[in-house]
Nanobody, 130 residues
Framework: QLQVVETGGGLVQPGGSLRLSCVYS?????????IGWFRQVPGKEREGIAC????????MYAESVKGRFTISRDNAKNTVNLQMNNLKPEDTAVYYC??????????????????????WGQGTQVTVSS
């Protein structure tokens, strides 16, 4: 059974940190795939914020999180992590992990196109508030 599960969300004060994890299981990934993190605020479109290539050598970030968030992966554990530092109230959202099963070329092209992704997780809530 295909499964993508996000964990690590919670309530944190502005300036604080959280580490989200995405564990995928039940399927064999293409050798050239990517994993992406997205987030969504109620009433707004889902926003792509970070993605990582199958090997972990290539990463990409949205401008809104660049320099504060770091995506990494442990292929031995089928896990992709999102380290979030210096969190701001505007980072409050439900955070989703998804699999981009086929990457033709580089991860940078269509990185935030949701149609490229499948096997979405259920999301984890991150709230940044004092």
């Amino acid at each position: 059974q295909l499964q993508v599960v996000e964990t690590g969300g919670g309530l944190v004060q502005p300036g604080g940190s959280l580490r989200l994890s995405c564990v995928y299981s039940g399927f064999t990934l293409n050798s050239e795939h990517a994993i992406g993190w997205f987030r969504q605020v109620p009433g707004k479109e889902r926003e792509g914020i970070a993605c990582i290539s199958s090997s972990g050598s290539d990463t990409m970030y949205a401008e809104s999180v660049k320099g504060r968030f770091t995506i990494s992966r442990d292929n031995a554990k089928n896990t992709v992590n999102l380290q979030m530092n210096n969190l701001k109230p505007e980072d409050t959202a439900v955070y989703y992990c998804a699999v981009r099963p086929v990457v033709s070329g580089t991860i940078y092209f269509d990185a935030w196109s949701e149609s490229e992704y499948d096997n979405w997780g259920q999301g984890t809530q991150v709230t940044v508030s004092s």
